[in-house]
């Protein structure tokens, strides 16, 4: 199961409620800019949770096809989220991004099989997330959050 956001317009996420196919061409053109989280998606959310700082990346959005695969993400909360993340450098994360916390959390992918080296993962995709929400929001756009099963 993988998570990305694509950076989209208001008026083209207004055009993704009313087409989902046509937003789902959107997700896939690599030409548009992203933020691939791979499977790290849960193990940065589950450091956030941990951290107090308050970022839904599986939850938030609101529906745009019927199994809730793509999720909106309107400017404001584009906006609101760079905010936070912003303001929270990998350092504030770090004290609870041990093996131990992420293996009692159960935290996809790994379960109760993190180690050490897999840490490096999820520090090294947090600052595609930060980057692309600072970005998108600068520029005052959306963004559709995708999940791949």
């Given at each position: ?11 083209e996420?207004?055009?993704?409620f ?9 997700v ?26 308050y ?10 096809d ?12 584009v ?21 131990a916390?992420?293996n ?10 993190w ?10 995709h ?7 929400f600072?970005?998108?929001a600068?520029?005052g756009?959306?963004?559709?959050r995708?999940?791949?099963?």
């Open positions: 199961m993988t998570l990305s956001f694509t950076r989209v317009t208001p008026d996420l207004a055009r993704a009313e087409d989902p196919e046509w937003a789902m061409e959107q896939d053109d690599e030409e548009r800019p992203y933020c691939f989280l791979e499977k790290a998606w849960a193990g940065i959310q589950y450091l956030l949770m941990s951290a107090d700082v970022v839904e990346l599986y939850e938030d959005g609101d529906p745009i019927e199994e809730a695969t793509l999720m909106a993400w309107d400017a404001a909360m906006a609101a989220t760079a905010k936070r993340l912003g303001e929270t450098p990998f350092s504030v994360l770090e004290p609870h991004c041990t093996p916390n992420l009692e959390g159960k935290v996809y992918p790994m379960g109760t099989m180690d050490a080296d897999d840490l490096d993962y999820l520090r090294d947090y600052p595609a997330l930060v980057t692309f600072a970005e998108t600068a520029a756009d959306a963004a559709i995708h999940f791949s099963f």
